[in-house]
């Protein structure tokens, strides 16, 4: 039999693999770092400081990506890197630069800090606070500055409190008693919209600034521990988590977690009144976070869309072939003139083996990519997704031929 006939065999038992996979290929859930910041020194170390800054801070010959939205959860982000990979190394080239290559607990550490830079939020806009702090009738209770009402504490205590997550934690721990002098006053509890929480805070900061001299810092949060907070309060008793938990509340795996922490403050405080009609109905006690649990809460469930949902095995032997990725690995993807058998690759490993792999070999790819004449493939984080979807079957499909 000849290698192209058996070839042709290998592609009609890939495919047919395919067609009877019927569950999508789930992807390794990761860990969850317990300190995102970490993922900073890798920036520096590695030189991605010589280009890129963040809000400011580094070099200006790429994006700073503290200014532009950069989000998605892991096989998205690491797409976005690969796909501007070419232009990257074109630019290091001028520069006489090494192209970074990572390790493992590098790549990871870099993509979770790059995640999180969306979570430290923007600073708001003082004059659109200003009119809110009045819209939202907040002066009727709270005084800023000298100037509102007093059966609320003053907002100029909060003052000192530099990181957003003291406001989170006090809108959260007086949600109630704050609901009880809405009705009795008959005002309407306010809601707040996408940004509007952020102007807010950014006005009592600054219009309260002269009133204390004192500052008081927090660390942003830790999402393992906030993982094991989510637990312990109780909150497993309304919301689902995939098959963990009730499902009186939502899904929090299916919300929208792409804000910065004012702006999961203020999700949290509109669905206040809900949840404490919920928690009254079943008996249940109002739970209290210390500063540091609101932090830790906080970014467990930022950190929730960090893990990439399963991907199509089929849609991703699709992908492959569209790519052009079978003019170098082969139609089979079992090795190519130009490529390495893909079916016993580490990428199939976890999706972080995957990302590493092409990561690290984006130079040589592109030298491949330039003798053949071909256009640099990108990916969608959908794309990604299937693409080690189809990995992961090629490589279990090739254990049982060995069988």
Same mark, same amino acid.
């Given at each position: 039999?000849?290698f192209?006939?058996?070839s042709?065999?290998?592609?009609?038992?890939?495919?047919?693999?395919?067609?009877l996979?019927?569950?999508?290929?789930?992807?390794?859930?990761?860990?969850?770092?317990?300190?995102? %910041?970490?993922?900073?020194?890798?920036?520096?170390?590695?030189?991605c400081?010589?280009?890129?800054?963040?809000k400011?801070?580094?070099?200006?010959?790429?994006?700073?990506?503290?200014?532009?939205?950069?989000?998605?959860?892991?096989?998205?982000?690491?797409?976005?890197?690969?796909?501007?990979?070419?232009?990257?190394?074109?630019?290091?080239?001028?520069?006489?630069?090494?192209?970074?290559?990572?390790s493992?607990?590098?790549?990871?550490?870099?993509?979770?800090? %790059?995640?999180?830079?969306?979570y %430290?939020?923007?600073?708001?806009?003082?004059?659109?606070?200003?009119?809110?702090?009045?819209?939202?009738?907040c002066?009727?209770?709270?005084?800023?500055?000298?100037?509102?009402?007093?059966?609320?504490?003053?907002?100029?205590?909060?003052?000192?409190?530099?990181?957003?997550?003291?406001?989170?934690?006090? %809108?959260w721990?007086?949600?109630p008693?704050?609901?009880?002098?809405i009705?009795?006053?008959?005002?309407?509890?306010?809601?707040?919209?996408?940004?509007?929480?952020?102007?807010?805070?950014?006005?009592?900061?600054?219009?309260?600034?002269g009133?204390?001299?004192?500052?008081?810092?927090?660390?942003?949060?830790?999402?393992?521990?906030?993982?094991?907070?989510?637990?312990?309060k109780?909150?497993?008793?309304?919301?689902?988590?995939?098959?963990?938990?009730?499902e009186?509340?939502?899904?929090?795996?299916?919300?929208?977690?792409?804000?910065?922490?004012?702006?999961?403050a203020?999700?949290?405080?509109?669905?206040?009144?809900?949840?404490?009609?919920?928690?009254?109905?079943?008996?249940?006690?109002?739970?209290?976070?210390t500063?540091?649990?609101?932090?830790?809460?906080?970014?467990?469930?930022?950190?929730?869309?960090?893990?990439?949902?399963?991907?199509?095995?089929?849609?991703?032997?699709?992908?492959?072939?569209?790519?052009?990725?079978?003019?170098?690995?082969?139609?089979?993807?079992?090795?190519?003139?130009?490529?390495?058998?893909?079916?016993?690759?580490?990428?199939?490993?976890?999706?972080?083996?995957?990302?590493?792999?092409?990561?690290?070999?984006?130079?040589?790819?592109?030298?491949?990519?330039?003798?053949?004449?071909?256009?640099?493939?990108?990916?969608?984080?959908?794309?990604?997704?299937?693409?080690?979807?189809?990995?992961?079957?090629?490589?279990?499909?090739?254990?049982?031929?060995?069988?």
């Amino acid at each position: 039999m000849t290698f192209f006939q058996t070839s042709k065999f290998r592609i009609a038992g890939l495919v047919l693999a395919l067609s009877l996979l019927t569950i999508p290929c789930l992807a390794q859930e990761m860990s969850l770092p317990e300190n995102p %910041l970490r993922g900073r020194f890798v920036f520096e170390q590695k030189g991605c400081a010589s280009c890129h800054s963040i809000k400011g801070g580094g070099g200006d010959v790429g994006p700073d990506l503290g200014q532009n939205k950069f989000s998605g959860s892991f096989l998205q982000l690491a797409g976005t890197m690969l796909n501007h990979a070419p232009e990257m190394l074109r630019r290091m080239q001028e520069l006489d630069l090494s192209y970074p290559e990572f390790s493992r607990s590098e790549l990871v550490e870099l993509i979770a800090y %790059l995640y999180y830079l969306r979570y %430290l939020g923007e600073p708001g806009d003082l004059y659109r606070g200003k009119i809110l702090v009045r819209e939202k009738g907040c002066l009727a209770c709270h005084s800023v500055a000298g100037k509102g009402g007093d059966s609320g504490p003053a907002f100029d205590k909060l003052a000192k409190y530099i990181s957003p997550l003291y406001l989170a934690q006090a %809108l959260w721990n007086h949600g109630p008693e704050m609901e009880r002098q809405i009705v009795e006053m008959g005002l309407k509890r306010p809601r707040f919209e996408k940004g509007q929480i952020v102007d807010l805070a950014a006005y009592i900061r600054e219009a309260s600034k002269g009133t204390q001299r004192e500052r008081v810092y927090m660390s942003p949060g830790n999402p393992t521990r906030g993982k094991a907070v989510f637990k312990e309060k109780g909150c497993l008793a309304c919301h689902a988590l995939n098959d963990d938990g009730e499902e009186i509340g939502p899904d929090l795996r299916q919300s929208d977690w792409d804000h910065s922490v004012t702006e999961i403050a203020g999700v949290m405080w509109n669905h206040g009144s809900e949840m404490a009609e919920l928690m009254d109905e079943r008996k249940m006690d109002w739970p209290e976070f210390t500063g540091k649990e609101m932090a830790d809460l906080i970014a467990y469930l930022y950190f929730l869309g960090f893990n990439d949902e399963p991907g199509d095995a089929e849609k991703g032997h699709a992908v492959f072939a569209k790519k052009g990725c079978v003019n170098c690995h082969g139609q089979d993807a079992r090795g190519g003139e130009y490529a390495p058998d893909l079916s016993e690759s580490r990428g199939a490993a976890s999706p972080i083996d995957m990302a590493q792999i092409m990561w690290n070999h984006a130079p040589v790819m592109e030298e491949r990519i330039t003798e053949k004449v071909m256009r640099w493939p990108t990916f969608t984080g959908e794309e990604m997704r299937d693409i080690y979807a189809f990995l992961r079957v090629l490589s279990k499909s090739d254990s049982a031929e060995s069988r």
